[in-house]
């Protein structure tokens, strides 16, 4: 049996017998004390704020809401370009994301309380109509 040069941990050798239930156990032996001392609270985001809104959405290349929460506008402003109004604001900026849908790329411009502008382009990056999902999550 060998082992791993800086978590020594076990693996067969080529010339050892085949045993896979037993090789299996005793890297999970040996998994556990590096596991089991990984801090997983710096991954984990938690907030007081209870309060929260999610909106999301699939926008047409014309700018019409084509599935989604609903509670918001959508305006095309040009070529490629959008804003999206809030029914109601949130009480901060809220974390955005999205993706462009069939070819497209989107490009978050600006995120407010109370709008976001984000901006579409084809797959040689000129701005264009195009079609995209988005969601914002943020306090209410």
């Known amino acids: 049996m060998g082992n791993t040069t800086i978590h020594n941990l076990p693996y067969p050798e080529a010339t050892d017998p085949a045993d896979v239930p ?3 156990r005793e890297l999970a032996q040996a998994l556990d004390p590096i596991i089991g001392a990984v801090d997983l609270s710096k991954y984990v985001h938690t907030t007081s704020k209870t309060n929260v809104i999610a909106r999301w959405g ?4 014309a700018g019409t809401i084509t599935a989604g929460s609903g509670d918001y506008t959508v305006t095309r402003t040009a070529a490629g370009m959008y ?3 809030w029914s109601a604001p949130y ?3 809220p974390g955005m994301a999205g993706n462009g849908v069939s070819l497209n790329i989107l490009r978050i411009v600006s995120v407010t309380a109370t709008a976001a502008q984000v901006g579409t382009l084809n797959n040689s990056f000129l701005s264009a109509d195009g079609s995209f999902v988005f969601v914002a999550i943020g306090p209410a």
Not at 58 to 61: G, P, S, T
Request: hydrophobic share 60%.
């Open 58 to 61: 699939l926008i047409a290349a």
């Open 83 to 85: 804003t999206i109004t």
């Open 22 to 24: 037993t090789d299996m």
């Open 91 to 93: 009480a901060e900026v």
